[in-house]
């Protein structure tokens, strides 16, 4: 058997493991255009903030790939020919394959601006970007970081760690308002400016202005202009389906799978960003750009390649980041239902499911740093945010995810004289699972 | 030699009461517990199986479960007659 893995990320590598478990003989192959093959791209936001050493973001060893047992080709693929079952590199060398897997991610949608093509403009998708910011991050120049979600504030905050003077942009008047509710919004605000950055509220950027080549600021849609050195953006993700088009392999927003991961044609399969899979939770096919997904996604799909029935269902979305300092969970469903006027696409740790805006009821408390917002159903908790102090979002990760009947606490929740961490914890504590210390 | 004494007798109460377990789901394999551990352990590699470090040269120093940024390491207990794990 003939395997072909197009894309060198997490869902490949999870992948690789999957095939071997159940195939020792079969033929693997790895085609990846990344000059720097596999690393963390969640842990690129480390290395801008100088948190860790780039060598640091290679999970593997020469050795460990060795012993994973398949062959490493470094090349862009072009062309897919299903008929022959063929693929093409860019060089022209033609591979067969019996199943291939397409796990090419996804690529950071470019801004649509006047003047997006100067120099001093980047993004955030791979190692070299941020090889490439971190070259002209200089203590004292000024950066203008233009998107919302995760990856902008990650620039922000990496780039306010190098000593530049960040200016924000935000184009409404708050943050991440598709996911986080107006008090976690302004926390977040709160803190990124005490750290040093400067928020500007409603401004959208109409033009990127030049000199010598270079951005040397931006007009704001009030008239008004903002100097800058550098310009930073992170305005959403959309997966990378040219290849698929092109095959003529069904695709919407990302290459359409069923639950086994297998495109239209049975004998390609695809996973991870690139993929649209369905969603138990909406019953509908939806988009995640979620480290621990892909790598979900990617070893169901090598099962199914090796001949095994493995059926894929859609976990809880999940992420546990940090915004600006403060360690944030956000499980499950918990938008507000607006569109974030800062994201055209998903962004970067974002999944769709978050966007929904459950018919139910928000349970919160919490003040400053420590804040817990809960979406409650009938009969279970659809979502959570947990800000601060996260003793409690593993447990809340735990009965959002497996539907635990929450009826028994759910008046208690709602009774705004009882503090709902309490109530949760004791609940918890009565469902005997595993202890913590 | 005094000092030495004293943080081996430490670590050893450390080491009876618990040990660092990862969370799989959690981790993105960042790599910030592999930079900051003092003895060089490869405790990402753990991460990604979703075992816990049980290692001789572990001082349980809690360096990894402090720095990450995602919450993907905690203590654990380590009760070897307690049924539940
Ligand atoms: C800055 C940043 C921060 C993030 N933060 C988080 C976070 O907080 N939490 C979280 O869960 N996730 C986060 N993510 C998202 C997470 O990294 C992705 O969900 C995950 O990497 C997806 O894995 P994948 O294998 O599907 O695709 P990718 O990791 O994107 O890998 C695809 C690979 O395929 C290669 N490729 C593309 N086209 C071709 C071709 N034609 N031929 C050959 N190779 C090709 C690409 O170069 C790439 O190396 C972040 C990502 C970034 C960039």
Redesign the pocket.
Known sequence: MKYVI???????IAAIEAIRSVDHSGEITM????PHGFYS??G??YYLSGELHDKTLYPRTAEQYRKMNFRYLK???KNIFREGRQLQLEEGQLISFDRLLI????QAIPLDVKGSHLEGIFK???LEDAKRILKHARRGRRVIVIGGG??AL?LAEGLLARKMDVHYLLRGNRYWNSVLDEQESKIIEGRLQEEGVTLHYRAQALEILEKNKRVSGVRLADGKTLKCDLLVYAIGVRP?ID?AKQADLKTERGILVDEYLQTNDPNIFA????AQTYDPSSGRFTLS????Q?REQ?FAAGLNMAGRRAAYVKSTPF?V?RLAGLTTTVIGTVGSGCTDEDLVGIA??DSETWRLLPDIIAAQEGFDVNRMRLLIGEKRLLGAVVMGDQKLSYPLEKIISESIDISPIREKLLNSKLRISDVIAEFWKNLNLPKRI | MLDLFRYDAKKHTILAAGQVAPDADRC?QCGICVYNCPVGIDVRAHAWRGEPIIHEYCLTCGECVARCPRGALRFEKTDLFSKKK
């Open positions: 197009i894309g060198a990320g997490v869902a490949g085609i990846g255009d990344d791209r969640p690129l936001a090349g862009r693929v796990v090419v991610g996804a955030l998708d791979h995760i990856t990650e990378r290849l996973a991870g960003d690139v750009s979620l480290w621990s892909a990617g992420n980041t970067r740790g | 993105v």
